[in-house]
């Protein structure tokens, strides 16, 4: 029976998976189905490193391409992410959704604590930080396993109510894959997803720049014309 359903052309799958999202969509409003357009799951920065960085892992590599179709096609029918949760309703073979639990571990302070000294010295702005515009060693060090932003498989904790032996099965899956496509839309989720207190950087680049100002005042910058410069110029 299952290897019946199983075999189901995609088409026929993608169909089963609208028909139960619009019956979630009335019960439940506030659900959010990851949507993906063009053939890309993920575009941003934050989207993308989030799934290089699952794909860069052997305890994944082998299993985890078995979602891409799944969350292309529109399987992940609902995709929330809290504070060191992820859930995610999942179409599978059967007519009912697949409930996916993917706990994160929280990054720990120290680590934090590192990557906000590196990230207040190497980005021009927080608003730079969240559309992915900083250096290439920066980016080297959120990914660093281990020692950077991004989980390792250790750190990672998968359940899903399909019948798959696997943790790693297709519905868990597409639904990590899910992630890399909301954080397109809101890199700050990454922050909530792993714990963080995003403030203290924020805290951290004001004060720097507070300091920066302080330290200024009462020093002429080289852009501001003198008043005999002005005189020159215009011939007064």
Known sequence: MWGYYDYKPIAQRKAEAQRQLAKLMKKNPG???VIIEGRKIARTWWGEAWNKNL???????????????YVKNGMVLDLQIAQGEIKALVQGSR????DVLIRIDRLPDAT???IVEQVSRKIGSVEDLICGKFPEDLSRAFLSRGKGLFPTPDEIHLDCSCPDWADMCK??????????????????LFFTMRGIDFSALIKKSVSEKMESMFKNIGKKSKRIIEDADIGKIFGI
Do not use: F, K, Q
């Open 31 to 33: 659900i959010s189905p």
């Open 112 to 114: 934090w604590g590192s």
């Open 55 to 69: 794909e860069s892992y052997a305890d994944y590599a082998n299993r985890i391409g078995r979602g891409s179709a």
């Open 171 to 188: 519905h868990v899956a597409a639904a990590l894959y899910g992630v890399g496509a909301r954080l397109d839309r809101d890199p700050l």
């Open 95 to 98: 007519r009912a959704p697949y």
